[in-house]
C-alpha cells in the first residue's frame, strides 16, 4: 500500500515537472519566435509609461501577439525595470525578447534640426519651436549671437531647453578654443568683440573664399578708426533681428542712427547681429593679410575690393551701373 503510495505520488512529481517543463519550453518559444510585424516600426513609449500600456501600445501596433506574453517575459527577465522611454525604431520580426532587447538598451530614433550660418536668435528659436518632438516651452532667449549654427541631433521627449542650452554650450566651446589660438596683433579686445565682428563677416558674405579678405577689410578700418560702414548692422538696428527687413536700405536707414548702425557709430556695435558660424568666425582670427579698406558687390555674388576711397567709388559706379542694367 505504502509503495502504491510512493510510486503514485512519484508519478504525480514526474507529470508535473514534465507539464512544467513543457510549459516553458512553449513559454520560451513564443517569446522568441518571429514578431507579425513585416516592416520596421517606430512607437512612442511616453515617460512614465506602466508595463501594461506599453504592452498596449506594441499588441495595438501589431508588433507583438500578446500583451500578457510580453509582460510575463519582461517581469522574469527583469526588463520591466530598465525599459526606457522615447522614441524606438522596433526591426522587422522582431521576437518578444527583441523588442524588449531595443526598448532596455535605450537607442532612441535620432532627430535633428539644423540652424544655418547668419541666423539671428529669434529665427533659430523659430526652428527650435518647430522640432517636432522636443517638448515644453522655449527657454529665454539667449544673447544675440550665442547660438552655434550646426545641425544637432536629439531624442523624442527631450525639451527646447535642453535643446537651446546645448546649441550655447557648442558656441562657447566653438569660440573659446578659436579665440585661444587667434592671430597676434588683433584691434579686437575680447572673445565678445571676436564674436561681434564675425557676425557682422557673416551677413556681408557668403562666400567662403572672400571671408577672410572682408574680415582684413573690417580690421584695418579698426585699427584706423575709421566707421565699419556695414549695410547690415543697419538693418539689424531696424529689426533687431526679429525679422528680415524685407525692402532695400534707403539713404534715410543709412542716416538714422541706432546703437547699431555703423554709419553712425565709431568701431563696434554693442551686440552681434547674428550667429556667426566657425568659417566667419576663423576668418576674423585669421584675417588675410590686406591693406584693404572698401568692398561692394561686384554683381557676381562676391565683392569688388579697394584700398582708396577713388578706387571704391570706381567699383560702386561699375555696380550701379550692373544695377540700372538689371532693372
Same mark, same amino acid.
Given at each position: ?10 508519478? &504525480? ?91 532596455? =538598451? ?68 566653438? &569660440? ?5 589660438? =587667434? ?67 534707403? =539713404? ?76
Amino acid at each position: 500500500m505504502i509503495r502504491r503510495l510512493f510510486l503514485t505520488v512519484l508519478f &504525480l512529481i514526474v507529470v508535473a515537472a514534465v507539464a512544467a517543463g513543457g510549459g516553458w519550453l512553449w513559454f520560451s518559444k513564443q517569446i522568441s519566435r518571429d514578431g507579425p510585424h513585416a516592416m520596421d516600426e517606430v512607437v512612442l513609449i511616453p515617460p512614465g509609461s506602466h508595463i501594461q500600456a506599453i504592452a498596449t501600445t506594441l499588441v495595438e501596433r501589431g508588433i507583438i501577439r500578446s500583451d500578457l506574453l510580453f509582460r510575463l517575459a519582461s517581469r522574469l527577465s527583469k526588463a520591466d525595470r530598465a525599459l526606457k522611454s522615447g522614441e524606438f525604431r522596433i526591426p522587422a520580426r522582431a521576437s518578444v525578447t527583441g523588442v524588449l532587447d531595443v526598448l532596455t =538598451r535605450g537607442e532612441t530614433v535620432a532627430r535633428t534640426f539644423t540652424i544655418p550660418e547668419g541666423l539671428t536668435v529669434a529665427e533659430a528659436l523659430e526652428i527650435v519651436a518647430k522640432a517636432d518632438g522636443l517638448m515644453g516651452p522655449l527657454p529665454a532667449p539667449p544673447d544675440e549671437g550665442r547660438l552655434l549654427p550646426e545641425t544637432y541631433r536629439y531624442a523624442y521627449y527631450d525639451t527646447k531647453v535642453q535643446a537651446v542650452r546645448r546649441m550655447e554650450q557648442a558656441m562657447d566651446a566653438a &569660440l573659446a578654443k578659436a579665440w585661444a589660438g =587667434r592671430d597676434e596683433g588683433l584691434p579686437l579686445n575680447s572673445l565678445t568683440e571676436a564674436l561681434i565682428l564675425a557676425s557682422i563677416v557673416e551677413k556681408e558674405t557668403g562666400v567662403k573664399a572672400e571671408r577672410a579678405r572682408v574680415a582684413g577689410v573690417f580690421l584695418n578700418r579698426l585699427r584706423k578708426g575709421m566707421k565699419l560702414q556695414s549695410d547690415p548692422t543697419v538693418i539689424y538696428g531696424i529689426t533687431e533681428g526679429k525679422a528680415p527687413l524685407g525692402r532695400d536700405l534707403t =539713404r534715410a536707414d543709412l542716416d538714422t542712427p541706432t546703437p547699431w548702425n555703423t554709419y553712425a557709430v565709431k568701431g563696434l556695435p554693442p551686440t552681434p547681429i547674428a550667429n556667426p558660424g566657425l568659417a566667419a568666425i576663423d576668418a576674423v582670427l585669421h584675417p588675410e593679410a590686406t591693406k584693404d579698406l572698401y568692398f561692394v558687390a561686384d554683381g557676381t555674388g562676391g565683392h569688388a575690393f579697394a584700398e582708396t576711397l577713388q578706387g571704391h567709388n570706381r567699383n560702386v559706379a561699375k555696380w550701379r551701373k550692373i544695377q540700372r542694367n538689371g532693372k
